[in-house]
């Protein structure tokens, strides 16, 4: 259940992905957050630190007796430390960017809080310290209070968002028929018979 992007933007999603994402919102919004890693040269600007603490380790190779040993163990396990340090910040610079282009693209935002929670309802992770410092992403808590924190402050209301539509339905339809070995539905997803795009309207009232 994943999706990458390589640099240049170039996408790849993980079929688990879209078996995973239950309506065209959540699929969206976790490829804006790939789409967020390209536009912040996220991957170029890593390298270019992993890089720098590479030629910082140089002179540690000279250094002999135990003072040496010490340091270049010691510069061995904090640099990828340092790294994951960094991916956590990228994610959560990843997650505001996302938000950010799904809203401007006409979908629900709150699809990646909906993603992340369903998610977290499944994750048998370990909890441990040293787990989290291992950790590539920020822990989802922290990624859903920031993004309803994003989208209360920073993302006026729309009359409704773009939540499904009979293309999504159609791939997903596609994939289960591949993966089970079944013949493929070969239907245009232009037909007069699809159902119009599900929408989901704003609140008008307190009470609704």
Do not use: C
Request: glycine share 8%.
């Amino acid at each position: 259940m994943n999706t990458y992007a390589l640099p240049g933007g170039f996408l790849f999603v993980n079929s688990g992905l879209i078996r995973a994402a239950e309506n065209e919102a959540e699929l969206a919004v976790a490829l804006a957050h790939e789409i967020g890693h390209v536009a912040a040269r996220h991957y170029t600007r890593q390298a270019s630190w992993g890089d720098i603490l590479n030629y910082a380790s140089i002179p540690m190779l000279f250094m002999g007796g135990w003072p040496g040993l010490v340091a270049r163990e010691g510069l061995a396990f904090g640099t990828p430390l340092a790294l994951k340090k960094f991916s956590r910040a990228f994610e959560a610079e990843a997650d505001t960017l996302g938000i950010r282009y799904v809203d401007s693209a006409g979908y629900d935002p709150t699809a990646l809080v909906d993603f992340l929670e369903r998610i977290a309802r499944t994750d048998k992770g370990s909890r441990g310290l040293f787990a989290k410092m291992l950790s590539a992403h920020p822990p989802i808590a922290s990624r859903v209070r920031a993004a309803q924190k994003q989208i209360q402050r920073e993302l006026s209301p729309r009359p409704q968002y773009l939540i499904q539509t009979s293309e999504f339905v159609l791939v997903k339809e596609r994939l289960a028929a591949i993966e089970n070995g079944q013949h493929v539905p070969r239907r245009s997803t232009s037909t007069v018979s699809d159902p119009p795009p599900v929408l989901r309207r704003a609140k008008t009232s307190p009470d609704e």
